[in-house]
């Protein structure tokens, strides 16, 4: 099936912005956008829009710019969500009565075992398949304030994270530690689910700490 126009141009200029082309300071037309993509201006309106939604560009007075991440507020807000998903299963370890739910543990766990068995080609939207899992987890401990904080820290640090799985192989590693994960929660071995979690979000912070780092230097070496 042929991608549509719209999507097309959509996800070119999503990979420039992530890549890094769109240069720090630079401002990009509607009109301009077009003429070089050699397309109508409605297909890149409705990419900016959709750009504008993920975080990815700022409306300036005169165009379109990108954001840059500050990676002291990236650091920031990963260390909100390990607390708070570290949390998820440190209360059942230090309460017996607290119990993680087993059908919504194995409910999730087949979506993810269907997606080791044919997982996608490294792609920005797996961000929202990561976040599902990590939600997913949370919830089953059963508290609901703890999900809301999450919902919250994800939505503010979605497009950065969306460099995670630019990586070849980061996503196949990704699935794999998931169900580690979430099969040692659902067995109620609790200990080494807590130690398996903070490496995962760990290494997930690293990863995303040297792409997006990596994105802004080329922003700045192409405006140099």
Do not use: C
Not at 121 to 126: A, C, K, Q, S
Not at 194 to 219: C, D, F, K, P, Y
């Amino acid at each position: 099936m042929t991608t549509p126009l719209r999507d097309q141009i959509y996800l070119q200029l999503r990979d420039e912005v992530l890549s890094g082309t769109w240069r720090t300071g630079e401002r990009h037309t509607e009109p301009a956008l077009a003429r070089r993509l050699g397309v109508s201006r409605t297909p890149v309106r409705e990419a900016l829009t959709r750009l504008l939604a993920d975080g990815l560009v700022r409306r300036e007075e005169y165009g379109y710019s990108a954001v840059l991440p500050s990676m002291t507020t990236i650091r920031d807000l990963y260390e909100v969500r390990i607390a708070v998903e570290l949390r998820g299963i440190a209360r059942a370890i230090e309460n017996p009565g607290v119990r993680h739910d087993r059908a919504a543990l194995d409910a999730e766990l087949q979506h993810w075992y269907a997606l080791r068995a044919a997982p996608p080609d490294p792609t920005p939207e797996f961000v929202l398949e990561d976040e599902r899992f990590h939600t997913a987890l949370l919830a089953s401990s059963g508290n609901g304030e703890l999900v809301a904080t999450l919902t919250s820290v994800n939505r503010r640090i979605r497009t950065v994270r969306m460099y995670d799985f630019l990586v070849e192989g980061r996503i196949e590693t990704s699935i794999a530690e998931h169900i580690d994960i979430m099969e040692n929660v659902r067995d109620g071995q609790l200990d080494k689910a807590l130690r398996l979690l903070h490496e995962h979000i760990g290494a997930s912070l690293e990863i995303v700490v040297e792409r997006a780092t990596r994105a802004l230097t080329a922003r700045h070496s192409h405006g140099g």
